[in-house]
């Protein structure tokens, strides 16, 4: 089982930068694949980045085609944490920002193959 806990969302002007952290305790989440998803009110929740490796071959980024250039997912291994940096924010940004994890290693846009939540933390971009 893994932990997760978000921070570092917040309110932010058009334009601006944020940066979330999503630290995890218990097993190392380097046995899943990580994954942000977002979810605005009366939208569905949607995959924004998430990232996986393997050993003995490369491991594999995904990003959402809204924030491409925009977004970076990334970890540090040290610290048991994956981060979202997030530049250029717009309006359409604006959600909940989930850390989930999946246990089985591959990178997939359906929340329902994540076994691992956070409990989120909100996104405001204003213009």
């Known amino acids: 089982q893994v932990q997760l806990v978000e921070s570092g969302g917040g309110l932010v002007q058009a334009g601006g930068s944020l940066r979330l952290s999503c630290a995890a305790s218990?097993?190392?989440?380097?046995?899943?694949?990580m994954g942000w998803f977002r979810q605005a009110p009366g939208k569905e929740r949607e995959l924004v980045a998430a990232?996986?490796?393997?050993?003995?071959?490369?491991?594999?980024?995904y990003y959402t085609d809204s924030v491409k250039g925009r977004f970076t997912i990334s970890r540090d291994n040290a610290k048991n944490t994956v981060y979202l940096q997030m530049n250029s924010l717009k309006p359409e940004d604006t959600a909940v920002y989930y850390c989930?994890?999946?246990?089985?290693?591959?990178?997939?846009?359906?929340?329902?193959?994540?076994?691992?939540w956070g409990q989120g933390t909100p996104v405001t971009v204003s213009s």
């Open positions: 989930a994890a999946k246990s089985v290693a591959t990178v997939s846009v359906r929340p329902y193959d994540y076994d691992y």
């Open positions: 218990g097993r190392s989440f380097t046995d899943y694949a």
């Open positions: 990232f996986t490796w393997s050993r003995g071959s490369p491991g594999s980024t």
